[in-house]
């Protein structure tokens, strides 16, 4: 199930990730993702809160493949993407990430928050305006 932590009028998204992840989940996903293209940005920022792996095992076999085919196609899109957890693995997992997607990518930077450090988060993805 997912859960939209806050929502942005600029090319930003912030989703919770709970328990299980079904098709429907990444339906909506790329509904909200679709829908910030559609008025214009060329990338849009994405946090994702996640309590740590379990999550992986309650995920819908459909609902993971539906959402990395989208994943795949729309990675060009991502700008800044924040992971918010509370754990040692995915710390790591998402320091290498960035560094070889950044390769593919360079509007792409991901970056680990802990769960105390959620309003940080939500800083990094919000749209910097003026300047």
Request: a negative charge; glycine letters at 6%; charged letters at 25%.
């Amino acid at each position: 199930m997912i859960n939209q932590i806050k929502e942005f009028k600029e090319n930003a998204i912030a989703l919770e990730l709970l328990d299980n992840f079904t098709e429907t989940d990444a339906l909506f996903i790329e509904q909200l993702f679709q829908k910030k293209l559609n008025q214009g940005y060329k990338h849009v920022n994405i946090l994702i809160k996640v309590k740590d792996l379990s999550v992986m095992k309650h995920m819908e076999l459909k609902g993971f493949f539906e959402g990395e085919l989208w994943g795949f196609k729309h990675f060009g899109k991502i700008g800044r993407c924040a992971v918010v957890s509370h754990s040692k693995f995915m710390k790591s997992i998402v320091n290498v990430e960035n560094n070889i997607l950044r390769l593919f990518n360079s509007a792409l930077e991901e970056k680990y928050f802990d769960e105390t450090e959620l309003d940080d988060a939500l800083k990094f993805i919000t749209p910097q305006t003026g300047g």
